[in-house]
């Protein structure tokens, strides 16, 4: 098993920058693809970015490509998700995701574990 658990969420003026945490445990996820996802109030879970197990590839929702930025450490066990030039639309609860595989996908259901998630809040 694996638990996931997210840091690093607040609140934050549009434009500022957030950087998010995402813990690993219970087994090592080097060998994992991970996603974060988020999720606004009244809106479906959604895809945000997905890094594969190595770290060299990377992919984007187009809603945040340019301004976020994916990324791990694997003698750390950890994921990160950069988050500049923030916009009162990215308000959500930001979730870490891992996937046992090497390959990365997008959609929240080829992701088997969760963290608990984090709150976002861009004020305008």
């Known amino acids: 098993q694996v638990q996931l658990v997210e840091s690093g969420g607040g609140l934050v003026q549009a434009g500022g920058s957030l950087r998010l945490s995402c813990a690993a445990s219970?087994?090592?996820?080097?060998?994992?693809?991970m996603g974060w996802f988020r999720q606004a109030p009244g809106k479906e879970r959604e895809f945000v970015a997905a890094?594969?197990?190595?770290?060299?590839?990377?992919y984007y929702a187009d809603s945040v490509k340019g301004r976020f930025t994916i990324s791990r450490d694997t003698a750390k066990n950890t994921v990160y998700l950069q988050m500049n030039s923030l916009k009162p639309e990215d308000t959500a609860v930001y979730y870490c995701a891992a996937r046992p595989s090497i390959t990365v996908r997008t959609a929240p259901k080829d992701y088997a574990y969760w963290g608990q998630g984090t709150q976002v809040t861009v004020s305008s």
């Open positions: 219970g087994r090592t996820v080097s060998s994992y693809a």
């Open positions: 890094i594969n197990w190595s770290g060299d590839t990377t």
